[in-house]
């Protein structure tokens, strides 16, 4: 088992950048692909971007590339999502997940945290 811990979500103006991070507990961390998903009101759960345990691979949506970057910390438990130049569209609620290889599909993932609020005022 994994236990999946977001934080660092709030309220910023467009443009503006938020940190989130994912703390991890439980099984051994650093095998495990992580991923960052989100999800609007009314809408589909989607991906935003993973990376493998190496953090030699990443992955993005189109939509936050160039504005979002994915890391990691083994040693720390945690993985981590800068957000910048934030836009109204990435109002979310954000949800850190571990799995086994990079897909952007979220029944390839394992393990979910509770998410952390995202919004971005225009």
């Known amino acids: 088992q994994v236990q999946l811990v977001e934080s660092g979500g709030g309220l910023v103006q467009a443009g503006g950048s938020l940190r989130l991070s994912c703390a991890a507990s439980g099984r051994t961390f650093s095998i495990y692909v992580m991923g960052w998903f989100r999800q609007a009101p009314w809408k589909e759960r989607e991906f935003v971007a993973a990376?493998?345990?190496?953090?030699?691979?990443?992955y993005y949506r189109d939509s936050v590339k160039g504005r979002f970057t994915i890391s990691r910390d083994n040693a720390k438990n945690t993985v981590y999502l800068q957000m910048n130049n934030l836009k109204p569209e990435d109002t979310a609620v954000y949800y850190c997940?571990?799995?086994?290889?990079?897909?952007?599909?979220?029944?390839?993932?394992?393990?979910w945290g509770q998410g952390t609020q995202v919004t971005v005022s225009s």
């Open positions: 990376i493998n345990w190496s953090s030699s691979s990443t």
């Open positions: 997940a571990a799995g086994r290889a990079i897909v952007t599909t979220h029944t390839g993932y394992d393990y």
